[in-house]
């Protein structure tokens, strides 16, 4: 650990050290003192003159560290050329030198500088050394230079290098263009780029004096430059209206309005839209003549330095020029300046990079470190941990085995505790239960009880003494040799205890019920010496078993036996092979009472029924209720029909009398079906199967109707279930047609409509079977809506084929009457099929008003109200009562076959004629049904009928078979007499 930790120390301390030698560096001082000179700068312009920062910079930078006193004076020569203004810069310039001091050298920059020191020479610095520079005018450079105190360097623009190097940038140029002005400078520019141009005899040159134009009109000349021309800018101050250009201006001008590199020779431009080129170097101008300045002062003799004819350059070029016009940046000196160039970052800050860098180095070792140092921590505290654990699990088994000593002596105080609670336990039982206990001394025979046995008995009994004589007191005598044996099996070891269930001997009240249990003691010969036990009072679990028992073999509601009790005392019946026969009726329209009464009335009625039954019942009769509203009888030992009927007899009568159903009086019908067993079947389900086939044949055949069954039932049942069969397979594999049966009127001879008539299409069952089948099931709500559909689709058709509109006749069962929905579906179908509701006749039988006659009533009416016909079918089949037609709202009447043969059967036709007189002063017309045969259809027409259904004119025929006589006219045979 302390090892890290020097370590960590040591490289921060190497660090800081690193800190503080990167920011002290540099910071040396150069040291020995010198005697200060004077030195004087004379400028012929001003400071602010594009040449002279950079000639006093270079001065400076030489200078610089030097002990030298630089002063600087400006002779402003470019805005002031006149002679005044140099004798007022003399008179300044020798009021401030007389009273100063005296300077020790003199650099003067340019031409009029240098004049100016030649002129005053004399009187102002003589014997000084003066170096000159920048000075244009060689001749006055060289002059100068023969003076014992005089040297510098001359100044010389150097076109024809930059056109040069221009060529170099752009090989396929062929004119040199140069921008001058007419101000002096302008025109020596002008003139030293002619000279220039004489070494480039290939290349045309082209002058543009921007004086000889507006500055608009130059912009234009500027704009046709093409890529051929070397662009050189060398001065653009003045147009031909005077406009002068300040030099910022001449630039963005310039830059604006070219579309070539423009080239530049001396200072200014670049980097503000020239390209730039080779140019003199003002600052090296200022650093050479302030370096002669100092080889004087170190004791070169100024004679002795010699005038520098080579102008210092440097090459100076604008980077986004460069790349704008696409110059081979190879071609570019290596020391050329660069103006505009984007900076290499890395370059830039690697500086700063280096040291961040060395600085995450160096973090990442402390890192490093602490995490190593961490690591061997985490180890350590993982063996204090393990050890740790290992000390409190050796302290847990101790406090272990600690526990499990605790949990022993608990478990030994609670075995005291729970004895005591059993011994506590034992005395409540004893003594708050309904049980006692008992002790036999089998040698003695001395019974001892507990005294509590006084309140199981609920008596004051001798709780001591003789066997018998105790016993005597508690058990009724019937069960006394029952206990004695059980006892005595005991001693004996043929039984293991006691266990035997006694009845009380109190006869007047509630009977009660005692559990005796008792078990044997042995002596060490293992001789059996007493008997211990318990009187345990049992009357109540007694009670609640023979309450199940018979709740489960009894109806709740009538306490008669139920359909299982009874299968179970008729399967004894047929173990014991006795003969019997099995009666099961059930209360006609006992359905009605339950909707019309409510079901208590029902539960009254069934209540009343099964009281009855009671008082008529003798030990041959079983009775059960078999479930709903069905009883079943079983009459035990009876072969004889004649016995049978006798016991029918007295279920008649017993019906007979009127029956008190919610304050009002009522008679009772029921349907009764007869079984013998074993003649007609040795089998339970059998037999109440054949019983309710018999009684299912009975409610066909009225009231109180008895029938005894026989083995065609069964046929007659197995074929039933097959035509229901049928039925469901048509209702859901479209298995039904229809038939029609044209309706001739008597008067024309006309087919005025047609009955539609139900048919099985694989089935040849007739309607007269399958109908009230589909009816009991219930399938006719379904295939009565199918069959409306069927005949008003098929009429839409004929009409659409052209025939003309007939009315369509359609039965309807009076258990449709239950479809609640009819009346719609049917307004729904007629609008579907576009079809006039007085073209659909509905066929009604009088039975429909036996059901609900309001209810039928209302329905009858809303169907005429909607504009349907109402034709009464099978008129003289049931009832036929004539007063019905007074009130019934029906349209037309249809006589029955059966009452027509009735009628016209002999000559005399009279009922028949006022029968349809009646008929129709109550407006009602009338359709004679089933006519096959000629006569009958003469004597019809005499009575007046209005229509005619039967064979004589068609049967019913299938759709297109009927086309074939749907326009037939009948009068032919109507107009018989
Ligand atoms: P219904 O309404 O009395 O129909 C007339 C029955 O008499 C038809 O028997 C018809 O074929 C038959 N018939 C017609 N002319 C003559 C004739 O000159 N001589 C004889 N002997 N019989 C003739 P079908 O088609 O067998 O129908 C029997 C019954 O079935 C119908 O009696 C009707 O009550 C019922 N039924 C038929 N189709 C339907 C139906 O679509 N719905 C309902 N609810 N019942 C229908
Ligand atoms: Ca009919």
Known sequence: MKRERKFVCSLLGLFVLAVLLVSFRGSIVNGAEQPRKNVLFISSYTQSFMTVPDQISGIKKEFKNQPINLDMEFMDTKRFASDQNIKNFYTNLSFKIKNTQKYDAVIVGDDAALQFAIDYQEDLFSQIPIVFFGINDKDRAKEAAKNPYMTGIVEETSLDENIQLARKFNPTATKVAAIVDDTLTGKGDQKQFETAMQAFTDLDSIILNVSNYSFEEFAKVLEKIDENTILLFLSMNQDNTNHYMEMQDQYLFIKNHTKVPVY??????????????????????????????????????IDSIPLLEETPYYYFFDNQIIKKYKIDEALIPKEAVLVNKRINPLKEYMKYIVTVGVLILFLGCVAIILIIDNIKRRKIQRKLQESNEELSMIYEELAASEEE????????EQHAKETDLLYQKYDIAITSTDSAVWELDVKTNELEVSSNIQNIVNKAIPIRGDFNYVLGYVIHPEYKEQVFNEIQNCIMGKKDEVYIQVSDNAQDKRQRWFLIRGKGIHDKDNNLTKIYGIVLDTTSIIEKEEYIKHAASHDYLTDLPNRLRFMEVLEEELKKESSGAVLLFDID?????????????????????????????????????????????????????QIVDLYIKRIKKMFSQVFMLGGREDFIHFSMGVTFYPMDSKNISQIIMNADT??????????????????????????????????????KNDGFCLYYQPQIEVKTGEIIGFEALLRLKNHNISPDIFIPIAEERGYIIEIGRWVAKEAIRQMAEWIKKGYPEKMIAINYSGKQMRDKGFINYVKGLIQEYGMKPEYLEIEITEGIFFENNTQTLDFIKELRNQGFKIALDDFGTGYSSLYYLTYMPVDKIKLDKSIIDKFLEFENNKVMESLILLAHSLNLKITAEGIEEENKLIKLKQNGCDYIQGYLFSKPLIHMDLEKIYNNNYKNYCAIN
């Open 264 to 301: 530049r020779a001396s200072i200014g431009g670049v980097g503000e839209g020239l390209l730039g080129g080779r140019l003199i170097s003002y600052e090296a101008f200022g650093q050479i003549a302030a370096g002669m300045v100092l080889d004087v002062f170190a004791g070169t003799p």
């Open 405 to 412: 000593l605790k949990m022993q002596y608990g478990l030994v």
């Open 589 to 641: 329209d006992f359905k009605s009472i339950n909707d019309t009464l409510g079901h208590v009335y029902g539960d009254e009625l069934l209540k009343q029924i099964a009281a009855r039954i009671r008082n008529i019942q003798d030990e041959k009769m079983y009775v059960a209720r078999m479930g709903g509203d069905e009883f079943l009888i079983l009459l035990k030992d009876v072969t004889d029909n």
């Open 694 to 731: 018999a009684m299912y044949k009975a409610k066909k055949s009225g009231k109180n109707s008895c029938i005894y069954y026989h083995e065609q039932m069964k046929e007659e049942l197995k074929s039933k279930k097959k035509v229901e069969a049928i039925l469901r397979e048509a209702m």
